[in-house]
């Protein structure tokens, strides 16, 4: 009778084990934990967040450097901002600069009018781009001898690819010649081509002369008051300076004034491929077309639709797409590093200050909290800004001098008009 027990609980056992066997085999691996939640986009609508350069990964002890350099080589630089992951990290004015003036964006106009093309796109203003420009801007028929004008697009003017002449004449360069016509827009149309549009690369001022044209007739407003509604309002810019030719049509190529804290939120809208405070404010495709190569200029430079391209990236930054205006002004994107760089500045070459700036940023995490190095960069901020005459009386127990007329005390410093 023993047996039979021991028998019997012995094979009670084996099958309890192999249930258990089978059921561990059987029961499925326990989930990965979760990703930890994406951070809230911060949009600077109605002002920029500030942080510490260390919070966004960013080294206040190189930037500090970077800001002593540039003071020590006297580089023409008027301000210099950088923003990352949504917070400003660094917001430099260099006198006779200063915070809260505008600043002449020269070239960087031409991406601002591109952009607008994009939300006039979203409005239906203006659809294929493919569509010939001709009919729309023509007062009176084209040359003769410029049949190829026919076939000009508005995507051959917004990828510098139009052929149409930008040459000097009689001394006078391109610019010159035209500000000194009546009726800039027929000006620049009126230039012959010499090229098929769309065969080459060649910037010239008067693709985006045109293209500003275009908006006003499509829109029934200037690019300017087109812009101030449906793409500066909604970003929260408000001081601005555009003007306009006898004509009403905003210079196109140039001249356009905003405030360096501006500029950088036109860089962060690029940024987020047209998206603002969640709002598809220029259509995706637009912005992908825009941020794709149009035109070849080098072996590491393409042009977009009015936004230069460095794939390979340059000034020791990674690949990133770029605003440009002569004389220094540049607003950089730099994707990999969800990140915008802000420069103005006079007679300044900007990769000097990107090449300074860029080693500042090589980490993707945030960094050990500086505070040392976060006060000594604030301090070399703050006298950056200030007057030499008044540095010199804070040593010296000086008063600093007066300005000679209240005016000079008024008036921002602005850089001169230039084009590029």
């Given at each position: ?49 500030t ?69 006039a ?42 052929g ?56 029934g ?25 006898g ?6 190529f ?42 070849n ?10 936004i ?5 990236g340059?000034?020791?930054?990674p ?14 994107v ?27 940023w ?20 703050a ?29 921002p ?8």
């Open positions: 009778m023993g047996r039979v027990h021991t028998a019997a609980a012995r094979f009670a056992f084996f099958c309890a084990a192999t249930l258990t066997i089978a059921s561990c085999a059987t029961t499925p691996p326990p989930p990965p934990p979760a990703p930890p939640p994406k951070a809230a986009t911060v949009w600077p609508t109605k002002g920029w967040h942080s510490a350069p260390e919070a966004q990964g960013v080294d206040s002890n190189w930037l500090a450097y970077a800001i002593q350099t540039i003071q020590w080589k006297h580089l023409p630089v008027h301000s210099l901002l950088i923003e990352r992951h949504g917070s400003i990290v660094l917001d430099a004015y260099f006198r006779p600069f200063g915070d809260n003036q505008l600043h002449d964006v020269a070239s960087v106009t031409k991406s601002v009018v591109s952009t607008l093309v994009g939300i796109q979203a409005k239906q203003q203006i659809t294929d781009l493919n569509t010939p420009v001709l009919p729309v801007l023509a007062t009176a028929a084209a040359p003769e001898n410029d049949a190829r004008k026919a076939h000009l697009t508005l995507a051959h003017l917004l990828s510098m690819t139009s149409l002449d930008c040459s000097d004449k009689d001394g006078q360069n391109f610019l010159e010649q035209m500000e000194s016509s009546p009726h800039w827009s027929a000006f620049a149309l009126d230039r012959p081509e010499t090229a098929d549009p769309g065969a080459q690369f060649n910037y010239c001022a008067v693709n985006m002369e045109l293209v500003s044209a275009l908006l006003s007739r499509k829109t407003t200037s690019a300017g008051d087109f812009a101030q509604r449906e793409l500066f309002w909604p970003l929260g810019i408000h001081y601005l300076y555009w003007p306009v030719d004509d009403g049509v905003s210079h196109g140039a001249d356009l004034k905003l405030q360096p804290r501006d500029m950088a939120k036109l860089g962060y809208l690029w940024l987020h491929h047209g998206v603002w405070e969640d709002r598809q404010l220029v259509p995706a495709s637009y912005v992908d077309a825009a941020l794709s190569p149009q035109a200029v080098s072996a590491n430079v393409k042009y977009g639709y009015g230069w391209l460095y794939p390979n340059r000034a020791g930054c690949a990133d797409f770029e605003a440009n205006g002569n004389g220094g002004q540049r607003i950089a730099i994707p990999s590093k969800d990140m915008v760089v802000v420069i103005t500045g006079s007679g300044l070459n900007a990769d000097d200050v990107m090449s300074l700036v860029a080693p500042a090589r980490w993707d995490h945030a960094l050990v909290p500086n505070p040392q190095g976060d006060a000594r960069l604030a301090a070399l901020v006298q950056s800004a200030t007057p030499a005459d008044a540095q010199w009386a804070a040593t010296t127990g000086a008063q600093p001098a007066a300005a000679t007329t209240p005016a000079a005390q008024a008036t410093a602005q850089a001169s008009p230039t084009h590029s």
